[in-house]
């Protein structure tokens, strides 16, 4: 009760769960429990199941993909205040890229099935929970696209004034 | 605050704006594979004293005349540094220049980050590729005037660990203890360990407060929109978010009307410009 206690305090701290309301952090508190990676070691890896995700409370993580003939590939890195993982959100609950410590990390650690139950049973909650995730993805998507269109490496049309 | 801090263009107290001037190349630095930085010294003149974002026209002999911002210190008016990518026949020319070779150079042009407006208030300098060229002027004054400003963030995107500039001072600034630093890359391999995404994402982790917050925004057009939008989101009024605009200079002076931009032109009321006064210029394409 002592430890689910505190679990609540960092969930409301967070400006992930900011504004949710108390007896839903202690319900999420509930899914909830500390963990920590060494530097190195893998939080999940692609392929296998979803089945959490994590607040970075400290330390860098590295989400990376392994490509033929090019290696490892760092596609983002998140830190302190972070939400790591949504694969368990969407089926089929697979995550899609590994995710590996840079340095020691602390998280809180969510169980994806505990939280997908609990927003099954009170939608509302279901709605905070979603629409919080929403905001993430759509994030990391524009931030991917940006990305994509390596606006730093394309060719200027004309000579630039910056260059 | 509402009304713009910009610093009016000096265009008009350069002197024979279309005459170059001959300057020595003293040293050739290559600061990446494309990128490489000049530093020059008078032939015909004392120097040259400009402002923090302002650019010269660099004029290869026999080659042709391209604008690039000044990237050097401004309190060394002896000392002309140009930082240039290779990205076209006067620029690679530029690139080649060695100790000793001769150059012309018409300048300074145009308007300047507002770095003596600024004072008292927290700075944000947001930079994404080159564009940490025409802001390392401002970084150098700030830092030599740390006690006039409030909280000071840099925050440097490029798009992969060898296209970092200025690697050294990027290591020298983050070490002192009054400046907060961050880098990011587009992409990178296992061996990086610094932070990997676009340079917007940086800024939840920078220490500012945005009601009393100046940036300084230089990269790609794109980026620039991207900072611009994101400072705002986190507060930062958009008559206090600068920007340095490109485009295709000739004249230098406002007579060709190549550089135009609306009703204004880059090189004349520009190259720096509040984001409030060309926030709707940048959606307009035809521009």
């Keep these: 009760m002592t430890a689910q206690r505190s679990l609540k305090d960092l969930l409301a701290e967070h400006p992930f769960f900011q504004g949710l309301e108390e007896p839903y952090l202690e319900l999420i508190a509930g899914c909830a429990r500390n963990v920590r990676f060494n530097a190195g070691s893998y939080i999940f890896r692609e392929g296998e199941p979803a089945t959490e995700f994590f607040l970075i409370r400290y330390g860098r993580v590295s989400i990376e993909v392994h490509l033929p003939e090019r290696g490892t590939v760092t596609i983002q890195t998140l830190g302190e205040g972070d939400v790591l993982g949504w694969s368990w959100l969407v089926p ?13 990390v602390r998280a809180l650690a969510f169980d994806g099935a505990c939280i997908r139950n609990k927003c099954a049973e009170d939608p509302r909650l279901g709605y905070e929970i979603f629409s919080r995730f929403a905001r993430i993805i759509a994030e990391r998507l524009q931030a991917t696209r940006l990305q994509l269109l390596d606006m730093y490496g394309a060719a200027p049309r004309r000579q630039p004034l910056h260059a | 605050m509402t009304e713009t801090l910009l610093v009016r263009p000096e265009t008009a107290r350069t002197p024979a704006p279309m005459a170059p001037t001959r300057w020595r190349v003293l040293r050739r630095r290559r600061e990446t594979h494309d990128t490489c930085t000049l530093e020059l010294e008078p032939l015909d003149t004392d120097g040259m004293a400009f402002r923090p974002g302002q650019f010269n026209m660099l004029y290869v002999f026999g080659i042709g005349e391209v604008p690039i911002s ?5 309190a060394q008016p002896d000392r002309l540094v140009h930082t240039i990518r290779a990205v076209g026949p006067v620029s690679t020319a ?16 145009g308007s300047a980050w507002p770095v003596e407006a600024a004072e008292g208030y927290d700075v944000v300098v947001m ?44 290591e020298r600034w983050r070490g002192r203890f009054d400046v907060q630093v961050e880098v990011t890359v587009d992409h990178a391999g296992a061996g990086w360990f610094g932070h990997v995404g676009v340079v917007t994402t940086l800024l939840p982790r920078a220490h500012f407060d945005p009601e009393e917050t100046v940036a300084f925004v230089c990269g790609p057009e794109i980026m620039m929109r991207f900072a611009a939008k994101a400072l705002m989101e986190r507060g930062v009024a958009p008559e206090r978010i600068y920007l340095s605009m490109e485009r295709n200079m000739k004249c230098a002076i406002g007579l060709c009307g190549h550089c135009q931009f609306g009703p204004v032109f880059i090189c004349k009321d520009g190259p720096v410009f509040d984001f409030a006064r060309v926030a709707r210029l940048l959606t307009i394409r035809e521009l």
Aim: hydrophobic share 40%.
């Design chain 1, 92 to 104: 089929p609950y697979r995550n899609q890229f590994d995710a590996r410590a840079l340095t020691l």
């Design chain 2, 70 to 74: 000044i990237s050097g210190d401004p």
């Design chain 2, 94 to 109: 530029l690139c080649a220049r060695k100790a000793g070779d001769v150059i012309g150079v018409r300048g300074p042009f």
């Design chain 2, 127 to 170: 930079a994404g590729g080159i564009g940490l060229a025409p802001l390392r002027p401002a970084i150098y004054h700030l830092l030599q005037h740390r006690g006039h400003y409030g909280n000071l963030v840099l925050l440097y995107g490029a798009r992969t660990p060898r296209d970092l500039l200025y690697v050294r001072e990027l």
